[in-house]
Nanobody
């Protein structure tokens, strides 16, 4: 059974950092493109970052470039989103996604507030 489980969200002050994890099971995650999306209250879900299979390349939305880093640990079958210099506008539920398997995690809440 294909499954994605996000973790690592929480409450952080502006300027702080968090690292989100996306644990995959039921498939070999390194063979697939993985995305991180986010959805803030009252807004549409938006793409944050993408990593290709085997981590060959990455891509970022303009609003996180230079602050967020997407990566993967193939041995752990896990993807990550390192988020630095967080801003209040980064507050959202963050989801990982493997598009070719139509698979989504349940999401993890990130709140940036003083």
């Amino acid at each position: 059974q294909v499954k994605l489980v996000e973790s690592g969200g929480g409450l952080v002050q502006p300027g702080g950092s968090l690292r989100l994890s996306c644990a995959a099971s039921g498939f070999t995650a390194s063979r697939y493109v993985m995305n991180w999306f986010r959805q803030a209250p009252g807004k549409e879900r938006e793409l944050v970052a993408t990593i290709t299979s085997f981590g060959r390349s990455t891509n970022y939305a303009d609003f996180v470039k230079g602050r967020f880093t997407i990566s993967r640990d193939n041995a752990k079958n896990t993807g990550y989103l390192q988020m630095n210099n967080l801003k209040p506008e980064d507050t959202a539920v963050y989801y990982c996604n493997v598009p070719s398997l139509s698979s989504w995690g349940q999401g993890t809440q990130v709140t940036v507030s003083s």
